[in-house]
Nanobody, 132 residues
Protein backbone atom coordinates (compact mmCIF):
# COMPACT_ATOMS: atom_id res chain seq x y z
CA UNK A 1 0.00 0.00 0.00
CA UNK A 2 1.05 3.55 -0.75
CA UNK A 3 -0.98 5.91 1.39
CA UNK A 4 -1.69 9.31 -0.09
CA UNK A 5 -2.78 12.14 2.14
CA UNK A 6 -3.90 15.44 0.61
CA UNK A 7 -4.16 18.78 2.34
CA UNK A 8 -4.46 22.44 1.47
CA UNK A 9 -7.90 22.81 -0.02
CA UNK A 10 -10.27 25.59 0.94
CA UNK A 11 -12.54 28.38 -0.23
CA UNK A 12 -11.21 31.39 -2.10
CA UNK A 13 -12.51 34.13 -4.34
CA UNK A 14 -11.89 34.15 -8.05
CA UNK A 15 -8.34 35.22 -8.78
CA UNK A 16 -7.06 33.75 -5.54
CA UNK A 17 -4.48 31.06 -4.90
CA UNK A 18 -4.13 27.80 -3.00
CA UNK A 19 -1.43 25.19 -2.65
CA UNK A 20 -2.39 21.56 -2.37
CA UNK A 21 -0.03 19.01 -0.85
CA UNK A 22 0.03 15.24 -1.08
CA UNK A 23 2.22 13.12 1.16
CA UNK A 24 3.27 9.92 -0.59
CA UNK A 25 6.07 7.38 -0.40
CA UNK A 26 5.95 6.51 -4.12
CA UNK A 27 9.01 8.66 -4.80
CA UNK A 28 11.18 6.01 -3.16
CA UNK A 29 10.67 3.80 -6.19
CA UNK A 30 12.76 4.41 -9.30
CA UNK A 31 9.90 4.66 -11.74
CA UNK A 32 6.61 6.29 -10.88
CA UNK A 33 3.77 8.46 -12.05
CA UNK A 34 2.06 10.94 -9.73
CA UNK A 35 -0.84 13.10 -10.75
CA UNK A 36 -3.60 15.43 -9.64
CA UNK A 37 -7.18 14.87 -10.68
CA UNK A 38 -10.34 16.80 -9.96
CA UNK A 39 -13.94 15.77 -9.81
CA UNK A 40 -17.14 17.75 -9.84
CA UNK A 41 -20.14 16.16 -8.20
CA UNK A 42 -21.95 13.89 -10.64
CA UNK A 43 -19.06 13.71 -13.08
CA UNK A 44 -15.95 11.57 -13.48
CA UNK A 45 -12.39 12.43 -12.60
CA UNK A 46 -10.43 14.73 -14.88
CA UNK A 47 -6.64 14.73 -15.03
CA UNK A 48 -5.12 18.11 -14.20
CA UNK A 49 -1.35 17.58 -13.97
CA UNK A 50 1.24 14.84 -13.70
CA UNK A 51 4.88 14.11 -13.03
CA UNK A 52 6.51 11.15 -14.69
CA UNK A 53 9.79 10.02 -13.10
CA UNK A 54 11.49 9.99 -16.50
CA UNK A 55 9.74 12.61 -18.65
CA UNK A 56 8.92 15.28 -16.09
CA UNK A 57 5.74 17.29 -15.68
CA UNK A 58 2.78 18.10 -17.84
CA UNK A 59 -0.45 20.04 -17.37
CA UNK A 60 -3.92 20.03 -18.88
CA UNK A 61 -4.43 22.89 -21.33
CA UNK A 62 -7.18 24.36 -19.16
CA UNK A 63 -4.77 25.04 -16.30
CA UNK A 64 -1.56 25.91 -18.13
CA UNK A 65 -0.23 29.26 -16.97
CA UNK A 66 -2.30 29.05 -13.78
CA UNK A 67 -1.38 25.78 -12.03
CA UNK A 68 2.05 24.34 -11.29
CA UNK A 69 2.84 20.77 -10.28
CA UNK A 70 6.02 20.07 -8.36
CA UNK A 71 7.47 17.63 -5.89
CA UNK A 72 9.91 17.50 -3.04
CA UNK A 73 11.15 13.94 -3.26
CA UNK A 74 13.23 14.22 -0.10
CA UNK A 75 10.07 15.23 1.78
CA UNK A 76 7.91 12.66 -0.05
CA UNK A 77 5.46 15.38 -1.02
CA UNK A 78 3.66 16.28 -4.23
CA UNK A 79 2.33 19.81 -4.69
CA UNK A 80 -0.16 21.58 -6.88
CA UNK A 81 0.02 25.38 -6.83
CA UNK A 82 -3.26 26.89 -7.98
CA UNK A 83 -3.26 30.55 -9.01
CA UNK A 84 -5.70 32.82 -10.83
CA UNK A 85 -8.46 30.50 -9.72
CA UNK A 86 -11.79 30.52 -11.53
CA UNK A 87 -15.21 29.35 -10.33
CA UNK A 88 -14.96 26.47 -12.82
CA UNK A 89 -11.96 25.18 -10.90
CA UNK A 90 -14.30 24.28 -8.05
CA UNK A 91 -13.99 20.53 -7.46
CA UNK A 92 -12.69 17.83 -5.19
CA UNK A 93 -8.99 17.44 -5.95
CA UNK A 94 -7.31 14.04 -5.66
CA UNK A 95 -3.71 12.98 -5.89
CA UNK A 96 -2.96 9.62 -7.43
CA UNK A 97 0.11 7.46 -7.85
CA UNK A 98 1.29 4.47 -9.81
CA UNK A 99 4.46 2.44 -9.96
CA UNK A 100 5.59 2.67 -13.56
CA UNK A 101 5.50 5.33 -16.25
CA UNK A 102 2.55 7.63 -16.78
CA UNK A 103 0.07 6.74 -19.51
CA UNK A 104 -0.03 9.05 -22.57
CA UNK A 105 -1.15 12.52 -21.57
CA UNK A 106 -4.06 12.48 -24.00
CA UNK A 107 -5.55 9.56 -22.06
CA UNK A 108 -6.15 11.57 -18.91
CA UNK A 109 -4.96 15.20 -18.90
CA UNK A 110 -7.92 17.48 -19.52
CA UNK A 111 -10.09 14.41 -19.99
CA UNK A 112 -12.61 12.67 -17.77
CA UNK A 113 -11.13 9.22 -17.36
CA UNK A 114 -13.19 6.10 -17.93
CA UNK A 115 -11.16 4.00 -15.51
CA UNK A 116 -8.99 4.74 -12.49
CA UNK A 117 -7.21 1.41 -12.82
CA UNK A 118 -3.86 2.73 -14.09
CA UNK A 119 -3.38 4.70 -10.91
CA UNK A 120 -3.14 2.15 -8.15
CA UNK A 121 -3.35 4.53 -5.23
CA UNK A 122 -5.61 7.49 -4.50
CA UNK A 123 -5.91 10.01 -1.74
CA UNK A 124 -9.14 10.89 0.03
CA UNK A 125 -9.51 14.22 -1.77
CA UNK A 126 -9.45 17.85 -0.72
CA UNK A 127 -12.18 20.33 -1.67
CA UNK A 128 -11.40 23.51 -3.58
CA UNK A 129 -14.22 26.05 -3.83
CA UNK A 130 -13.86 29.24 -5.86
CA UNK A 131 -16.52 31.92 -5.58
CA UNK A 132 -17.13 34.65 -8.13
Amino acid sequence: QVPLVESGGGSVQAGGSLRLSCATSVFASGTYCVAWFRQVSGKGREGVARIDSHSGSSLADSVKGRFTISSDNAENTLYLQLTFLKPEDTAMYYCAAAFGRCPPDKWFLGTVISSTSHFHYWGQGTQVTVSS
